[in-house]
C-alpha cells in the first residue's frame, strides 16, 4: 500500500508557474514509476508526466518543454514543475504510483485543482 498526498495546486494568470508535490508514505526507489495524470471537466484523464525508480521520465507533447518532473528522495516526494501555463493547463493533477514486480498495482492521490485564468 502507498498513501500519495498532493499539494501544491491554485489559481494562476497564463504565463505564471506553478509546483505541485506528491509525498509517498514508502521509499520512492521501491516505486517503480510515479506519474502525474490530470482531468479536465468532460475529458479523460491523461499522462502528464512520469518518472521512474531509476530515474527516467516522459511527457506529454503538450507539456513538454514547459513542465518539468523531479523528485527528491531523501523527502520521499515527486514534483512537478510547471511553466508558462495555458488555460488549457486547467485540471485536477492526480498522483499515480505503480507498484509491483509481476502485477502493477496502481494507486492515486485525492487530486488538487489547477486554474489558469486571468
Known amino acids: 500500500q502507498v498513501q500519495l498526498v498532493e499539494s501544491g495546486g491554485g489559481l494562476v494568470q497564463p504565463g505564471g508557474s506553478l509546483r505541485l508535490s506528491c509525498a509517498a508514505s514508502?521509499?520512492?526507489?521501491?516505486?517503480?514509476?510515479i506519474g502525474w495524470y490530470r482531468q479536465a471537466p468532460g475529458k479523460e484523464r491523461e499522462l502528464v508526466a512520469a518518472?521512474?525508480?531509476?530515474?527516467?521520465?516522459n511527457y506529454a507533447d503538450s507539456v513538454k518543454g514547459r513542465f518539468t518532473i523531479n523528485r527528491d528522495n531523501a523527502k520521499n516526494t515527486v514534483y512537478l514543475l510547471m511553466n508558462s501555463l495555458k488555460p488549457e493547463d486547467t485540471a485536477v493533477y492526480y498522483c499515480?504510483?505503480?507498484?509491483?514486480?509481476?502485477?502493477?498495482?496502481?494507486?492515486w492521490g485525492q487530486g488538487t485543482q489547477v486554474t489558469v485564468s486571468s
Open positions: 518518472i521512474t525508480s531509476g530515474g527516467s521520465s
Open positions: 499515480n504510483a505503480k507498484v509491483g514486480n509481476y502485477t502493477l498495482y496502481n494507486y
Open positions: 514508502k521509499n520512492i526507489f521501491s516505486i517503480n514509476a
